[in-house]
T-cell receptor, first 112, second 114 residues
């Protein structure tokens, strides 16, 4: 039972354009969401998070949008840079569970 | 560098064997999490410890066990290894407050069972 789904295994975007990575979840108890970036041979690194009391959170070139009614979140990267090429994981958690459920990841390739 | 260290980086062993993976959390972090990432899979949460006590359990097999020591480092023990246990094993740490919070990941241990 995959509670967090990233349905696009890969995405290619031209440098300077917007990258949009999507994530869907099924558990309505999830109230905290995170995005991680992972380069080969390294552990995931935290990128940005959002609490369910918000519908948008921005940090520089990265913005996460949360649509609770659709149980959907997206990560926007503007403008995309070649260094953004990595695997992006979304993760979700429900208060009090201390468990983080990760999606299977989307491999982003930013073309120079 | 996240501040989380994991040893060893690579491990090759045979089926039926037992291995121990080690993790040192970031300075000041009380919580440690263990994850398994198999080929083309997401990170599967295994178990979490907070200040020496088990706090949450995920899809951890009975052949696997973990503990967190008084100095807060943690070990993940994998026994009666099977080919399917070949994976990347990540440790993460966080401060360990009552609310959901950001985790910081180590570089992982790549386990190959032959």
């Amino acid at each position: 039972d995959q509670q967090v789904k990233q349905n696009s295994p890969s995405l290619s975007v031209q440098e300077g354009r917007i990258s949009i990575l999507n994530c869907d979840y099924t558990n309505s108890m999830f109230d905290y969401f995170l995005w991680y970036k992972k380069y080969p041979a390294e552990g995931p690194t935290f990128l940005i998070s959002i609490s369910s009391i918000k519908d948008k959170n921005e940090d520089g070139r990265f913005t996460v949008f949360l649509n609770k009614s659709a149980k959907h979140l997206s990560l926007h990267i503007v403008p995309s840079q070649p260094g953004d090429s990595a695997v992006y994981f979304c993760a979700a958690s429900a208060s009090g569970t201390y468990k983080y459920i990760f999606g299977t990841g989307t491999r982003l390739k930013v073309l120079a | 560098d996240s501040g989380v260290t994991q040893t060893p980086k690579h491990l090759i062993t045979a089926t039926g064997q037992r291995v121990t993976l080690r993790c040192s959390p970031r300075s000041g972090d009380l919580s440690v999490y263990w994850y398994q990432q198999s080929l083309d899979q997401g990170l599967q949460f295994l178990i979490q410890y907070y200040n020496g006590e088990e706090r949450a359990k995920g899809n951890i097999l009975e052949r696997f066990s973990a503990q967190q020591f008084p100095d807060l480092h943690s070990e993940l023990n994998l026994s009666s290894l099977e080919l399917g246990d070949s994976a990347l094993y990540f440790c993460a740490s966080s401060v360990g407050g009552p609310r959901t919070e950001t985790q910081y990941f180590g570089p992982g241990t790549r386990l190959l069972v032959l």
